[in-house]
């Protein structure tokens, strides 16, 4: 007998209904309200999502593709447990859709999900034995539900990927089917991967709007036609209590600015009082220092790491382990070299005679001698074209080391992370896997060179960066396979940069500025892996994206917080943008570097 599992008691915040979740489309926007007096409607309506939501620890390489699968797989089980199922079932079929398919291997997608359906949680799984037990799997066919209950599964056979096939709600969609032993089903389940490693399905998208999720996996179940009325009763009590959860709620950049001025408040004193709801002052210090601390330990394991190489067949060489021993031996110290004599100006003449102060000398560096007609051989320039070169630019056997240590410690951290979340390490996702080196590294840089106060500057710079968050989850998205890299790392940067304000004590407008710079020079960033691996570009894109993230952050403390274009509408265009890119160049590896880029 057929029997569909009922949806589970969530946290929501947002109580509108939302036709194609996978859009991100907003009631307002259809009746041509603007961002700015979108603030109108129900209050109820907001972006509000706790930032232990937004920043979660999990593994790599994907908060969508390996975090989500994983958390769906861990919520199918305990449905089966709470509905006394888990006991009859013999066997269980998984199918990956769309770009979870496309990208999935690369990603760990099938791993991931097979973890979550032994009872594996991203924040607790054993990372070291994921492979040995996938290995056991496909030795005995078998597989542990919940890790207690042993059904028939056949990797090979049993989990199909779906690569040229999506499901309508979300291009990261999953289903979960279990049978008796007489072959008949006895439960069926989609989720859908939305970012971040948020998990929703068709049903509660519906039910409660933008901003719902499976925060909490010990919770009861929505009312369904198999529920009583008194049971029914209970839980719509349980929504609506969940949806008064923000004491300051706001909905978009506006609004968030203008609670900031009339209440007195920093966007950090904001958030931290809308976490108060759901926990305790300790709680929520504790909490986010832990975040902060896995962060930072994703950092000291990609620095100090001796892996050489990256999985996969890229062969892609592990960088940060040189970078940081380059850096720690200070030949990016304070040195003269390639500083200007007397601090003037060079100034070309006729293109013959001093450059500079500097005498005019052949192409070859420290030789005084004319060119010798062996090193003319060979070549199609005459004497006459070298001489008129003569003088103009400099010739260096080996190219000099920048002494940009700004750029190197960002850099550095920003790709420390990455390439451990590449490796599959535990990391945060900020606000998703693909970017989750761009908010630690300039936290980390902040630390380390400019804070005076660090104990509450983490706390400030978490708690802002996740007020951005919550903006771009609610007006856009932050999954690559609706919005491409625009809405991971250009997210992330953006986040970053408005962080990086308020802790270098910007106003809230000037914070918001930094978050609109961030994002407006990120606009149209297409997320196309190479081999569907998080490596090429990835890596290397976190670190510009930390780089950026800094100097939009610097330009918006130059003003005094006015500017032309808002937050709200770069959300907006971002949103808009994402919807008219090309799949191809949505994280299914179709387009870009990855069909350009050889594999081997």
Known sequence: ?????????????????????????????????????????????????????????????????????????????QDLVDHKVLTKVSSIKVDLYGSLALTGIGHGTPNATLMGLEGELPETVPTETIITRVQAMHDTNTISLNGTHRVRFNPDKDMTLHYYESLPQHPNGMRFTVFDSNGDMLATNEYFSIGGGFVVNEKTQHAHGENVFYRDNARGVSPTSTTSDAESAQMAERTQQDLVTAALPFRT???????????????????FLNELQ?????????????????????????????????????????????????????????????????????????????VGGLTSSPLDAGSNSPLSASSLLATSLTSAQRNELSGVFKRRQRARRPVLPQLDYLSVYAIAVNEENAAGGRVVTAPTNGAAGVIPSVLKYHLEFLSEDPSRDILEFLFTSAAIGM????????????????????????????????????????????????????????????????????IERNALGAVKAVTAAQLALQGDGSHRVSLDQVIETMRQTGQDMMSKYKETSQGGLAVNVPIC
């Not at 996978?22 to 309506?45: L, Q, V």
């Not at 950049?253 to 958030?271: F, P, Q």
């Not at 929520?284 to 050489?308: H, K, P, Q």
């Open 278 to 354: 759901w926990r305790s002052r300790e709680e929520v210090i504790n909490s986010a220092f832990r975040i902060w601390a896995v962060m930072d330990d994703s950092i000291r394991r990609g620095c100090l790491s001796t892996e050489r190489k990256l999985p996969g067949r890229l062969n892609v060489h592990r960088r940060a382990p040189n970078l940081y021993q380059n850096l720690m031996r200070g030949i990016y110290g304070s040195s003269e070299r390639g500083a200007l004599p007397s601090a003037q100006s060079p100034a070309l003449t006729d293109g013959l005679g001093s």
């Open 253 to 271: 950049g506006k609004d968030l600015v203008d609670l900031c001025e009339r209440e007195n408040l920093s966007i950090a004193e904001v958030v």
């Open 471 to 538: 903006l771009y989850k609610r007006g856009a998205s932050i999954s690559a396979a609706e919005m491409g890299c625009q809405g991971e790392v250009g997210v992330a940067c953006s986040m970053s940069a408005a962080a990086f304000a308020a802790v270098m004590g910007g106003t809230p407008a000037q914070v918001e500025n930094a978050a609109e710079i961030g994002m407006e020079h990120n606009l149209g960033l297409t997320c196309d892996p190479v081999d569907g691996l998080v490596q090429i570009p990835c």
């Open 1 to 77: 007998m057929q029997r569909v599992l009922a949806q589970r008691s969530l946290s929501t915040t947002s109580a509108a209904p939302q036709a194609e979740p996978h859009k991100s489309s907003n009631k307002d926007e259809e009746e041509g309200a603007t961002p700015d007096n979108a603030a109108e409607k129900d209050s109820t309506n907001h972006a509000v999502v706790s930032t232990f939501d937004l920043f979660s620890i999990g593994v790599g390489p994907s908060s969508s593709h390996t975090v989500g699968p994983m958390r769906a797989g861990k919520i199918f089980v």
